[in-house]
């Protein structure tokens, strides 16, 4: 299965609003361990480990780039 990077949220101002309000009240440790567990859930429902490997790529390049750029 390959990544879809392109735009695929039917509904993505719905999405993001949920997203918000998932992490509202949290502290930062609860926030990070919702995210985790957000990330866990949607790797399992995916299940392709080369479709996760490529996401976990992409992912790494957006957060620093520069490191992204030496591989």
């Not at 392709?48 to 490997?53: E, G, I, K, M």
């Given at each position: 299965?390959?990544?879809?990077?392109?735009?695929?949220?039917?509904?993505?101002?719905?999405?993001?609003?949920?997203?918000?309000?998932?992490?509202?009240?949290?502290?930062?440790?609860?926030?990070?361990?919702?995210?985790?567990?957000?990330?866990?859930?949607?790797?399992n429902h995916i299940g392709?480990?080369?479709?996760?490997?490529?996401?976990?790529?992409?992912?790494?390049?957006?957060?620093?780039?520069?490191?992204?750029?030496?591989?």
């Open positions: 299965m390959a990544l879809n990077t392109q735009p695929n949220l039917a509904r993505a101002d719905d999405f993001y609003e949920a997203l918000i309000d998932m992490h509202r009240d949290l502290d930062d440790g609860q926030s990070q361990a919702a995210n985790a567990q957000l990330i866990l859930l949607l790797a392709n480990h080369d479709t996760l490997a490529a996401a976990m790529e992409l992912a790494r390049q957006g957060a620093a780039p520069e490191i992204g750029a030496q591989a």
